[in-house]
Structures are given as structure tokens and as C-alpha cells.
């Protein structure tokens, strides 16, 4: 991952965390005490984010020795040990909650993924994510979803044009948000346009827009949506969707399946740093 990306965010974590010192290893811990410590998984996941937690340490002392046994988007089984940290105690010390805080949450994301490509296998729907993101860490949370298997939708305002339900209400309709997008952006930038029924698809097409994102449709209105596109738009799903609707979803016929829940409603995997 790019340090000019991960540290500034590492940096502020660290900060916030240490402060203006850490009061508790400066008052226990003698200076230069050499430390070994394993990252060891408490429960099967999969792993997203061993290098974000590999720089935490590193930026406190690039000295200190980490070793990855494990690479980012494998499953990891209990009891595994992930990697070894070698270094001065203090720094190990320093580290240890950032670099699990951000290791257990992206391993999370990744791991909620990876449970929905698993639901999708065999169709030809890729599951991505969303804006929903931790503020300040969605660039993370996106990495994971890719480690998990999921793909990523825009990164964020700035990156794609996606015309919403109030975009088409300011703008006075679907054709003049798109007509109007069409005029504005670069011919190698496409337009995605939200839908709610028929109608709101048939228009979005007359009107050339290169992606439909099927809003909080019923099943039998995603496979009729999907049939009236036809191929000429990329047709996207989204609303309602969680681990036991996915499939379903997916065997519409929907190219990709956008869902939140990956980055906003993840549970943080186990895992322990123990010195030896």
C-alpha cells in the first residue's frame, strides 16, 4: 500500500493514541528492553491489512523486525500465529492497539466479503462496496473488500458521476440529470443513474446512461429490469441485501451487487499480540 496514502492516517492513529507519551510502559518498562512478541488469530477469519499493522510499528522505530507468515486475503484458522514482531518493548508496546485495531477491522471487512462472494459463486455477479465507509478510513476498509473477493465502487465524490434520487429531483427529472452529465464530464467518465421501477429504467436508457443502479427493487423487478436493459447498461442492485437475499439477487441477472453493510456493518475479528 502506498505510504504517502497509509501514513498520514497511521500518523494521526498513533497520535491519538500515545499522546504525549505513554505513561504506563515509560513507568514500567526499562529503556531498550528487547521484546519478542506473535500476532495470533482467536478465531477463523480472513486476513486484511498485516502490512497496515507491519508500518504502525515501523514508523515508531523502522528497526523493529516484522515478519509476515500470512499474506492479506488468506483464510486463517485459530490458533495461527500471523506474524512475529522483534524490536524494542516500548515501541512493541506503543503499537500493539493501533496496529490491532486497524488489522482486526480490515480482516473483518474482508472476512463479511468473502461470505458474500461465497453466496454469489457461480453467477456472474460481483458483490462491491459503498460510500458507507469509517470516516478517515475508507481507503482501508476498500482494500479489505478486495481481499475479501468484493470488488469497489467509487472511491468517492469525486471519482465517478452516480445521479441519485435527490440529484434527479434538484436537476427536474432523469433525462435532464443525465443530459446535463453528459455535457459536463469527459466522454471517459460513465453515468450511473439510480432507478426505482420501469419506467425510471426505460427513461435512463432512452437517455444513454451507461449503468442502472436498481433501487430497493423486489426480485421480480430486478429480472424484469434486467431483461428490458438487455446489455446496452450495466444493471447494479442495491437496497435489501444481507447474506440470506444475495443470492437470490445475484441469480437475476444483476452485473454487480453494491452493499453497504460491508464497511458500515462489519464485526472486528480476534486477534491477540502476545510477547513470548
Do not use: C
Not at 436498481?214 to 446496452?232: F, H, K, P, Y
Not at 444481507?242 to 472486528?268: F, M
Request: zero cysteines; charged letters at 25%; a negative charge.
Amino acid at each position: 500500500m502506498n505510504p504517502f496514502v497509509l501514513d498520514p492516517i497511521l500518523r494521526r492513529a498513533l497520535e491519538e493514541d500515545i499522546g504525549t507519551g505513554d505513561v504506563t510502559t515509560m513507568a514500567t518498562v526499562e529503556p531498550g528492553t528487547p521484546a519478542r512478541a506473535q500476532l495470533v488469530a482467536k478465531e477463523d477469519f480472513v486476513l486484511a491489512g498485516i502490512e497496515v499493522a507491519q508500518r504502525v510499528f515501523q514508523l515508531l522505530d523502522e528497526e523493529t523486525a516484522f515478519e509476515m507468515l500470512r499474506k492479506d486475503g488468506q483464510t486463517i484458522k485459530r490458533g495461527e500465529v500471523i506474524a512475529w514482531i522483534k524490536g524494542d518493548a516500548a515501541v512493541l508496546l506503543q503499537g500493539e492497539r493501533v496496529a490491532l485495531n486497524l488489522l482486526q477491522r480490515l480482516s473483518g471487512v474482508a472476512t463479511l466479503t468473502a461470505a458474500f462472494m461465497h453466496e454469489v459463486k457461480g453467477t456472474a455477479a460481483i458483490v462491491v462496496d459503498t460510500r458507507k465507509t469509517t470516516p478517515g478510513l475508507r481507503v482501508l476498509e476498500k482494500y479489505a473488500v478486495r481481499m475479501g473477493g468484493g470488488g469497489n465502487h467509487r472511491m468517492a465524490l469525486y471519482d465517478a458521476v452516480l445521479i441519485k434520487e435527490n440529484h434527479v429531483a434538484a436537476a427536474g427529472g432523469i433525462t435532464a440529470a443525465v443530459t446535463r452529465a453528459q455535457a459536463r464530464v469527459p466522454h471517459t467518465q460513465k453515468i450511473e443513474v439510480e432507478v426505482r421501477n420501469q419506467d425510471e429504467v426505460a427513461e435512463a436508457l432512452a437517455v444513454g446512461a451507461d449503468i442502472l443502479l436498481l433501487d430497493n427493487m423486489t426480485l421480480d423487478q430486478l429480472s424484469a429490469a434486467v431483461e428490458l436493459i438487455g446489455g446496452r447498461a450495466i444493471a447494479e442492485a442495491s437496497g435489501g441485501v444481507n447474506l440470506e437475499t444475495v443470492r437470490a439477487i445475484a441469480e437475476t441477472g444483476v452485473k454487480l451487487i453494491s452493499v453497504g453493510a460491508l464497511t458500515h456493518s462489519y464485526r472486528s475479528v480476534d486477534i491477540s499480540m502476545l510477547f513470548t
